[in-house]
């Protein structure tokens, strides 16, 4: 009967064992390199570009947000737009969430749902929007703005629901 004892916990012993070696082996192999590296590496950049101009927007960083854009006239009037917003608040908080990203060659489109707050000085209370729109990037090395489309956030100071 000890014998008999003996061989069960070895048994179980063992297949432990094999349990833990398989879950580690698993571990250890779980960390997947993309399929296409640089496809993956453009995507990154992409996202890199997005969290770089809302970035830049709430700290009020005009020069950060030009090195985006391709130089092109509605993109002109969207920067003045955005100026005009650091004039008029102080305060800004803005979440951009990407929801869908859409490749085809060198033209990228993203779409982005959004929602922030803006307060004109410290004592003013804050207007809060949200809403959906697109960034429309060019590139596949340097990711840079070629268009808008949408309800953004950018330009808030410029819309029409917005108190003055």
């Known amino acids: ?55 830049a927007y709430v700290k009020h960083d005009l020069p950060t947000i030009h090195e985006l854009l391709l130089p092109l006239d509605p993109l002109a009037k969207w920067e ?4 005009q917003d650091f004039a008029t608040f102080s305060t800004i908080t803005l979440e951009l969430n990407i929801d869908r990203i859409v490749i085809d060659e060198s033209q990228i489109s993203t779409f982005l749902s959004w929602q922030g707050t ?14 959906h729109g697109t960034l429309l990037w060019s590139g596949t090395q340097v990711i840079l703005l070629r268009g808008i489309d949408g ?6 100071s410029t819309k029409p629901h917005v108190p003055s």
């Open 80 to 83: 003045a737009a955005i100026r």
């Open 118 to 131: 803006w307060q004109q000085t410290g004592d003013s209370p804050p207007f809060a929007s949200r809403g």
């Open 1 to 55: 009967m000890p014998d008999r004892h003996l061989r069960n916990t070895a048994f179980q012993f063992l297949c432990g064992g094999m349990l833990l070696l398989f879950c580690l082996t698993g571990l250890a192999c779980s960390k997947k390199t993309p399929r296409y590296p640089e496809d993956h590496a453009r995507f990154q950049r992409i996202v890199e570009a997005i969290k770089t101009l809302e970035t």
């Open 151 to 156: 309800d953004l956030p950018f330009g808030i």
